[in-house]
């Protein structure tokens, strides 16, 4: 079984809550990986995602320790359109 992580960084502008993280996060860039494998039986190369992962402050770590917290990709979404729905001032 033939796995790969795919990286990227995702930006927050304002506070924001995930569901499976009992806490408000501060607005920031904050780097989530998806875990994805390869569908053996195909004729062409696909893959289906496996694990979404989201790396954010340990609780009271004032941002010096870090965690890797396992989410739902529809989470990370909504939390992304709520976060660009709101306004600024």
């Given at each position: 079984?033939?796995?790969?992580?795919?990286?990227?960084?995702?930006?927050?502008?304002?506070?924001?809550?995930?569901?499976?993280?009992d806490?408000?996060?501060?607005?920031?860039?904050?780097?989530?990986?998806t875990?994805?494998?390869?569908?053996e039986?195909?004729?062409?190369?696909?893959?289906?995602?496996?694990?979404?992962?989201?790396?954010?402050?340990?609780?009271?770590?004032?941002?010096?320790?870090?965690e890797?917290?396992?989410?739902?990709?529809?989470?990370?979404?909504?939390?992304?359109?709520?976060?660009?729905?709101?306004?600024?001032?």
């Amino acid at each position: 079984m033939t796995i790969r992580s795919r990286r990227e960084v995702v930006t927050f502008n304002h506070p924001f809550r995930i569901r499976g993280i009992d806490r408000q996060l501060p607005a920031g860039a904050y780097e989530v990986v998806t875990d994805e494998e390869m569908i053996e039986s195909l004729s062409f190369a696909a893959f289906r995602r496996v694990a979404t992962m989201i790396k954010v402050p340990v609780e009271g770590s004032r941002g010096l320790a870090m965690e890797v917290v396992s989410i739902g990709p529809a989470d990370l979404s909504d939390a992304q359109r709520i976060d660009a729905g709101q306004s600024d001032g």
